[in-house]
C-alpha cells in the first residue's frame, strides 16, 4: 500500500527532494538542482504552466520537481535500477495537471543524457505501458548501473511561438556496499545474542550499507529493537515478543528500510508483533495470534508481499501521517479470521489502498476504512468493502 509503483525493477517507492525539505531547500545545491529542473511558462493560449522533471508520478493531488536523485546499487553481477524519468505540466494556479492542453502548444522535444568523460551514461528508453496512464506530459524509462555516477538528463521542449525550453535533472548512482551475517559470524541462538548483532550493526554501518542477517531455525522469545537497515531471513525462525522497528538514521543515498522474510511471528493473543516506525517490508512471512499483527506508526510503513496473517485482533494497521517510503500495494497477502484484517485509521497525504491478489477469509471485519481512503481491488483480490 502508499505512491505510484511502476511495475520494474525494486526501487523503494518516493523520498522527498529539495521542493518538500526545508533542510536541502536551505542548501544552495540542491536550489541550485530545483532550479534547474523546472520552469513557468505563459503559452499562447494566456495561460500559465508549471513544467518540471520528476521520477514518479503521482496519480492525485500533486507531483513533485526532482531535480536530483541518488541511489546506490547493490554489488551484483549486471545490477542496475530501472525507473522513470518525466516531465509533468500543471496548470500553474490550480496545479492540476494539464498534458494535454500544454500538448497542443508544443512543436518538438527531444531528451539527452550528458556525462562526464569515464562516466557511464543512464540509458532512456520508450516507457509503452505506462503513457497512456500516467499523467506526465512525456516519460521514458530510465535504467542506470553503479558506473553511471553522475548524469544530467535534459528535456528540450521547442513551442510552437519560437520559444524553447530546458529542464535539467541530475541522477547519481554508485555501488552499495554489501555485507552477511550468519551463525557462523555471530551467535543468533537468543534474543539477546541477535539484539547485540543488530547494535554492533547500527553502530557500525550507515543506512546505505545492505546488510543482510541469515537467521537459525529458533525460537526468540523476548522483544527485539531494530535500529538500522537490515534484512532478516529466517529458516524455520520463530519472534514470539514484539518487534520494534525504530526511525533509522544516517541515511544519504539510498531509501533505508528493515526487511522480514521468511519469518513466524507468533503471540499469544496480546500486544503488537510488528511495530515499524521506518519503511519496513513483511515477506513470505506468517503473523498469527496478536491483538495487533503489524502497525504502521508515523515515519514508518509496512509494505505486504506475499504473507499471512490470520487469529489477529487487528491484522495489520496504518496509523502513518508521513514515511520517507512507501507504496500503495499489497501484493498476494492473505488475511483469516482476524478480528478486523486490515485497518486504515491513518495515510500520507493524497494516498490510498490497492489489493492486489489478496484473500480475506472469515475475518469479522475485511477492510475498516474510517478516513474514507480510496481502495483498489486489483487481479482477483476477494474482500469485503
Known amino acids: 500500500?502508499?505512491?505510484?509503483?511502476?511495475?520494474?525493477?525494486?526501487?523503494?517507492?518516493?523520498?522527498?527532494?529539495?521542493?518538500?525539505?526545508?533542510?536541502?531547500?536551505?542548501?544552495?545545491?540542491?536550489?541550485?538542482?530545483?532550479?534547474?529542473?523546472?520552469?513557468?511558462?505563459?503559452?499562447?493560449?494566456?495561460?500559465?504552466?508549471?513544467?518540471?522533471?520528476?521520477?514518479?508520478?503521482?496519480?492525485?493531488?500533486?507531483?513533485?520537481?526532482?531535480?536530483?536523485?541518488?541511489?546506490?546499487?547493490?554489488?551484483?553481477?549486471?545490477?542496475?535500477?530501472?525507473?522513470?524519468?518525466t516531465v509533468i505540466a500543471e496548470d500553474a494556479v490550480t496545479q492540476d495537471y494539464a498534458a494535454e492542453d500544454f500538448a497542443a502548444l508544443l512543436d518538438s522535444w527531444d531528451v539527452s543524457v550528458t556525462a562526464p568523460e569515464g562516466v557511464s551514461r543512464v540509458k532512456l528508453w520508450d516507457a509503452e505501458e505506462e503513457t497512456p496512464e500516467s499523467p506526465a506530459l512525456l516519460y521514458r524509462r530510465l535504467r542506470a548501473?553503479?558506473?553511471?555516477?553522475?548524469?544530467?538528463?535534459?528535456?528540450?521542449?521547442?513551442?510552437?511561438?519560437?520559444?524553447?525550453?530546458?529542464?535539467?535533472?541530475?541522477?547519481?548512482?554508485?555501488?552499495?556496499?554489501?555485507?552477511?551475517?550468519?551463525?557462523?559470524?555471530?551467535?543468533l541462538e537468543t534474543a539477546q545474542e541477535l539484539q547485540a548483532l543488530l547494535d554492533d550493526i547500527a553502530g557500525a554501518c550507515d543506512a546505505d550499507t545492505s546488510v543482510t542477517v541469515y537467521l537459525p531455525e529458533v525460537t526468540y522469545d523476548a522483544p527485539i529493537t531494530v535500529g538500522c537497515a537490515v534484512e532478516l531471513v529466517g529458516?524455520?525462525?520463530?519472534?514470539?515478543?514484539?518487534?520494534?522497528?525504530?526511525?533509522?538514521?544516517?541515511?544519504?543515498?539510498?531509501?533505508?528500510?528493515?526487511?522480514?522474510?521468511?519469518?513466524?511471528?507468533?503471540?499469544?493473543?496480546?500486544?503488537?508483533?510488528?511495530?515499524?516506525?521506518?519503511?519496513?517490508?513483511?515477506e513470505e512471512s506468517r503473523v498469527t495470534g496478536w491483538a495487533v499483527g503489524g502497525e504502521a506508526v508515523t515515519g514508518g510503513w509496512l509494505y505486504l508481499r506475499g504473507s499471512h496473517v490470520a487469529d489477529c485482533g487487528v491484522g495489520i494497521r496504518y496509523n502513518s501521517a508521513y514515511s520517507s517510503s512507501y507504496t500503495y500495494f499489497a501484493d498476494k497477502m492473505t488475511f483469516v479470521q482476524n478480528g478486523t484484517a486490515l485497518e486504515l485509521l491513518c495515510l500520507p497525504p493524497n494516498s490510498y489502498a490497492a489489493l492486489d491478489d489478496c484473500r480475506f477469509r472469515g475475518n469479522g471485519t475485511d477492510v475498516y476504512n474510517p478516513g474514507g481512503y480510496r481502495i483498489e481491488v486489483n487481479n482477483g483480490t476477494e474482500v469485503t468493502l
Open 235 to 282: 529458516s524455520g525462525t520463530t519472534f514470539t515478543a514484539p518487534i520494534t522497528v525504530a526511525p533509522l538514521k544516517n541515511t544519504d543515498l539510498t531509501r533505508a528500510f528493515v526487511r522480514f522474510r521468511q519469518i513466524n511471528f507468533t503471540g499469544d493473543g496480546s500486544g503488537t508483533g510488528i511495530t515499524a516506525a521506518a519503511p519496513t517490508y513483511l
Open 145 to 187: 548501473d553503479p558506473t553511471c555516477t553522475h548524469n544530467e538528463v535534459v528535456w528540450t521542449l521547442r513551442m510552437k511561438s519560437g520559444d524553447v525550453l530546458h529542464l535539467t535533472m541530475t541522477v547519481e548512482f554508485e555501488e552499495q556496499t554489501t555485507l552477511y551475517f550468519g551463525r557462523q559470524d555471530a551467535p
Open 1 to 85: 500500500m502508499a505512491v505510484w509503483l511502476w511495475p520494474a525493477a525494486e526501487t523503494e517507492p518516493q523520498r522527498p527532494d529539495g521542493t518538500a525539505d526545508p533542510v536541502l531547500a536551505a542548501d544552495p545545491v540542491m536550489d541550485a538542482y530545483t532550479a534547474a529542473c523546472q520552469t513557468y511558462y505563459t503559452g499562447a493560449d494566456g495561460r500559465e504552466y508549471h513544467l518540471f522533471t520528476a521520477m514518479t508520478p503521482a496519480p492525485q493531488g500533486s507531483t513533485e520537481p526532482v531535480g536530483y536523485h541518488s541511489e546506490l546499487i547493490p554489488a551484483n553481477d549486471g545490477a542496475s535500477v530501472d525507473c522513470p524519468a
